[in-house]
């Protein structure tokens, strides 16, 4: 067996496991407090830049608002948004402290082929939050709106008087659907590389894969029909993209046994 088969580290003991993990999860609860402190810290302007569509949906209108009904609502909502900024903040560094974790056990070639998903998971999330924050909220958000009606309409007018949290949930939900959506080409080429589904098995399987995308885009969206479209056409280009990156995959795998 060459010295590249082997594993890095020697087998270890259940404690040093134990300690180890102890150690990444130190990193990680540090690195999550002090996103957390700073997203707390800017959350007025964060909270500012995820109501510009909404401010721009509404227009030039006079009076338009957020508002909060309950006293503990505004302190509420912005710890909310806080820890939503901490997690973005974090989240290289918390995939960071997993590959640590891993890597003692990993073989020096599996370390080779982890470290790109390490860089690919946090592009992607972020590729998919600034799709939902571009894109998604404008349409959305011009569609909710399309439902209000003037003084000049028949019976009562109606106008939106939106509440800070229910929109602030609404806003990270989505981009927290598109981030992790996003992550679609990762598990596929995982799956892949560890020989659980084949190239060919992605390729045949387009038609179930298509129900499947339009499932999770209905389960992960708002019950809008441009917010469900905008995710599943997001999502079915990425697994036209992951087909390709597996074929890549498979064949950068099966260079070493030709060479041999």
């Known amino acids: 067996m060459t010295p590249d088969a082997q594993p890095h580290d020697a ?41 510009l569509p909404l401010q721009d949906a509404f227009g030039v209108a006079d009076g338009r608002r957020l508002i909060y009904t309950g006293l503990a609502e505004a302190f509420v909502t912005k710890m909310q948004l806080a820890l939503f900024t901490a997690f973005l903040l974090a989240f290289p560094m918390l995939a960071t402290q997993v590959y640590l974790f891993l890597a003692p056990g990993l073989y020096k070639h599996e370390k080779r082929v982890l470290l790109p998903y390490l860089v690919a998971a946090p592009a992607l999330f972020f590729l998919g939050a600034a799709m939902a924050y ?8 011009a569609f909710f709106l399309s439902f209000e009606t003037g003084t000049d309409a028949f019976g009562l007018p109606l106008q939106l008087e939106a509440r800070m949290s229910e929109y602030l949930d609404l806003s990270m939900s989505i981009i927290l659907a598109f981030g992790i959506s996003f992550q679609l080409p990762i598990l596929l080429t995982l799956l892949v590389r560890v020989g659980l589904i084949s190239v060919e098995t992605l390729k045949n399987g387009r038609r179930f894969a298509i129900v499947i995308l339009i499932t999770v885009a209905a389960i992960l969206t708002p019950p809008d ?34 060479h041999a």
């Open 134 to 141: 571009f894109y998604i909220f404008p349409a959305a958000w």
């Open 225 to 258: 029909v441009i917010s469900q479209l905008g995710l599943f056409s997001a999502l079915y280009l990425l697994y036209e993209l992951s087909i390709i990156a597996c074929k890549l995959v498979k064949k950068d795998d099966q260079e070493p046994a030709t």
């Open 11 to 51: 087998p270890q003991p259940l404690l040093t496991h134990l300690v180890e993990l102890r150690a990444r999860l130190k990193w990680a609860i540090l690195t999550l407090l002090v996103g957390f402190a700073l997203g707390y810290l800017v959350s007025d302007q964060t909270f500012a830049l995820l109501s």
